[in-house]
């Protein structure tokens, strides 16, 4: 049998253990509602970056399809330029050549001429 003096002495001893046990949980549960509250913080800040994100996608497609129209647009109009230049390369090699086969042939007329004369 226990006296009554080791009787207190493990009442003692196990109060203690329970006191500690009480002041280890406190400080555990301020530990939680405080990493709750970052967590909870952190949360939302996640949903609004998410939102921006979100938003800045939406404009970023809506700009490549603007951007996409317009170098449609672009391409028809160079595309258009590019024949009238062909067109009009063709038609001034066209009047050169019209124009050396008129030289070409006065040339020969004149030397001709030439020979006519001097037989003559």
Known sequence: MMSNEEWER????????Q???DAGMI????AQAASEKRL??????????????LENAKVTDA????LTQSQKFTDK???GLIVK??????AQNSRMNNSESSLL???ASLAKLKMDFRTK
């Open 10 to 17: 493990k009442m003692e001893f196990l109060l203690n253990q």
């Open 19 to 21: 006191a500690q046990f």
């Open 27 to 30: 400080e555990l549960k301020a």
């Open 40 to 53: 909870d913080r952190t949360s939302e800040m996640l949903s609004s970056y998410a939102t921006i994100l």
């Open 63 to 66: 700009r490549i399809l603007e």
């Open 77 to 79: 109009q160079l595309q």
């Open 85 to 90: 230049v062909e067109e009009l390369t063709e």
């Open 105 to 107: 042939k006065s040339t």
